[in-house]
């Protein structure tokens, strides 16, 4: 699999993604939270920002890396 871009780094967001973009395709990421807690992310129709400002947000991941979309096709 790919991986990148970093979506989440020390609890901000890594880049300025584009929350207008209309890009919204199956994606999946990897995040750790500030405890250690590891969380794994599918979602079906997102763009980078939303992904990004969940895993930042209600998941509450310090730091995320996207990981690959194609391979997410195949669930």
Do not use: K
Request: aromatic share 8%; net charge positive.
């Amino acid at each position: 699999t790919q991986s990148g871009p970093v979506l989440v780094l020390d609890g901000a967001a890594a880049r300025p993604f584009n929350p207008a973009s209309a890009n919204a395709r199956t994606r999946n990421a990897v995040g750790v939270r500030a405890d250690g807690a590891v969380v794994f992310v599918l979602a079906d129709s997102v763009t980078f920002f939303q992904l990004a400002e969940a895993m930042r947000g209600p998941l509450r991941c310090r730091n995320a890396l996207y990981l690959d979309g194609n391979v997410s096709q195949l669930y």
